[in-house]
């Protein structure tokens, strides 16, 4: 059975940094593109930022270029997102998911990061 | 790519129909060849739970009520029959560019 878990939400200030963390079993790591989505709770899904399988290459969205950094540990089946200078609107629940082409298959439960003073 | 989806409110008397549509701003035809338009259901409290993937294929475990159909850039979720366990918002997401992209959601409720 597939598990992805999040882990290191919580609550910062304003212009601070967080580590979100996700890991992986039960899937054959290495061959799929990982993502992490917020919502705020209430709202929409918003895509944040993707690493693929293979090549590692890394995409993020527009809000977030330059502030979060995306990386892949293969040999520990885990993801992180660094996010820097954070601010009230990346407030939100951050999913990990797994995808192996385009299909979103495999989602955490969630981690909840609150910017707030 | 913008996906679009109506209606953004969708009220259901039980036992009755439902669908949803949902428009992208491109071809979500991938260079490979296949189509990455894939339906979610999040019931309230819940992660988002995949329904269907690839247009129009329904994952394990998921009642065959549910259907999804469309090409290129318009497509459909259809319920066949609505339950009361259907109660949610449903989103859209193309899979096929990234950054992948959602719909605003549509909210299903009982009549």
């Known amino acids: 059975e597939v598990h992805l878990v999040e882990s290191g939400g919580g609550l910062v200030q304003p212009g601070r940094s967080l580590r979100l963390s996700c890991a992986a079993s039960?899937?054959?790591?290495?061959?799929?593109?990982f993502h992490w989505v917020r919502q705020v709770p209430g709202k929409g899904l918003e895509w944040v930022s993707g690493?693929?399988?293979?090549?590692?290459?890394?995409g993020y969205a527009d809000s977030v270029k330059g502030r979060f950094t995306m990386s892949r540990d293969n040999a520990k089946s885990s993801l992180h997102l660094q996010m820097d200078s954070l601010r009230a609107e990346d407030s939100g629940l951050y999913y990990c998911?797994?995808?192996?082409?385009?299909?979103?298959?495999?989602w955490g439960q969630g981690t909840l990061v609150t910017v707030s003073s | 790519v913008v996906m679009t989806q109506s209606p953004l409110s969708l009220p259901v008397t039980l036992g009755q129909p439902a669908s949803i549509s949902c428009r992208s701003g491109?071809?979500?035809?991938?260079?490979?060849?296949?189509?990455?338009l894939n339906w979610f259901q999040q019931r309230p409290g819940q992660s988002p739970r995949r329904l269907i993937y690839?247009?129009?294929n329904r994952d394990s475990g998921v009642p065959d009520r549910f259907s999804g159909s469309g090409s290129g850039t318009d497509f459909t979720l259809k319920i066949s029959r609505v339950e009361a366990e259907d109660v949610g918002v449903y989103y859209c997401?193309?899979?096929?560019?990234?950054?992948?992209?959602f719909g605003q959601g549509t909210k299903l409720e009982i009549k």
């Open positions: 491109q071809s979500l035809v991938h260079s490979d060849g296949n189509t990455y």
């Open positions: 690493v693929y399988g293979g090549s590692g290459g890394v």
């Open positions: 997401v193309q899979g096929t560019n990234w950054p992948y992209t």
């Open positions: 690839k247009i129009s």
């Open positions: 998911i797994g995808d192996r082409a385009g299909d979103l298959e495999y």
């Open positions: 039960g899937i054959a790591f290495v061959d799929y593109a």
